[in-house]
């Protein structure tokens, strides 16, 4: 098989890295795909879906299964602070966790089908929104023109920043970790810095919930019961000696290797919070949402199957990993398999500042993706 990039998937790549847009706001960069797609001639465009999803179908007209590979179309708001050319042009919102990347992956996927449509089944790409807040998988699900298109499989990767340039990690099982933000306020009554004691104070709820927290804090291996919880941000009363506070507020990120194990994980932390509230009024908000993903045994061993026919080399990663990825959505209504291909060991990691996509990933993602599509239609 031909490995060489494709300059014009790089270009595409790269002028998607500069132009990058936020979870649920990715109309341009759905409409610049679909522009330059249509030439592949899908038997199927859907438009907008869950947000500004895009999914292009290939349909043979045959019977046999409908496999779906996916690509996220967000970026993340963070300033990118590398020095390439492509650079973001936007300030404060970049492509660090390589979508880019995978959407030139998939772009190169079209144009495959274009030029050698399925023999029987059909194959659905999805470019999905707001992956990074956890909203957008579900929202394709929860669209109705989604019904159509279930797939008998789905396939994602993502790039690996740590793990060997161009080698794959597949395992069966857990591939990443579910989590949830909680977001939780306490409100009390201000008083006097002198006589505390004619106010209600938050700061011994708060105090406590830090100290109950505190043995989640350090992550430790990711195997059954993992349970890691991390303060994204804490603040408390006015900046001022002369007041006891009244209310505080906290951001804490909970993760678990099931759907299962978070929601005991959290419904801990609220029971906890709220007893230690005492006479507090306590509001807990859930946000960012992910389900864990679990990989379908037959799905895994499809991946590693494919990747051992183009002789790419498993790498040694720790799945799963403990980062979350919506993906996990899909997991709950058919085969999936997530896998990873690495960045290289020294690279900037996702979400890094400096972190950019390496171009030489496209072409055996491409490679790869069309290979576990010719091993799933030849069942
Ligand atoms: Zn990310
Ligand atoms: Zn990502």
Redesign the pocket.
Known sequence: MNLDTDPSLVALRHRLHAAPELSGAEAGTARLLREMLQATDPDQIIEGLGGHGLALVYDSDMSGPGVMFRA?LDALPIAERGHVPHASTLPGIAHL???DGHMAILAGLARHLGRDRPARGRVILLFQPA??TGAGARAVLADPRFDSLRPDWAFAL?NMPGLGLGQIAVAAGPASCASVGLHLRWQGREAHASSPETGLSPAHAVASLMAALAPFSTPGPVTDGFRLATLCHLSMGARAFGIAPASAEAMVTLRAISDAGLERFERDIATLAEHQAGALALQISRHDHFNASINDPHASRIVARAADALGLVKGCFALPMRAS?DFGAFSAVTRTALFFIGAGEGHPA?HDPEYDFPDALIAPAQALFTRILSEVMAH
Request: proline share 0%; with cysteine; glycine share 12%.
């Open positions: 996220e966790c390589g979508h992956e990074e993502h990825e996702l």
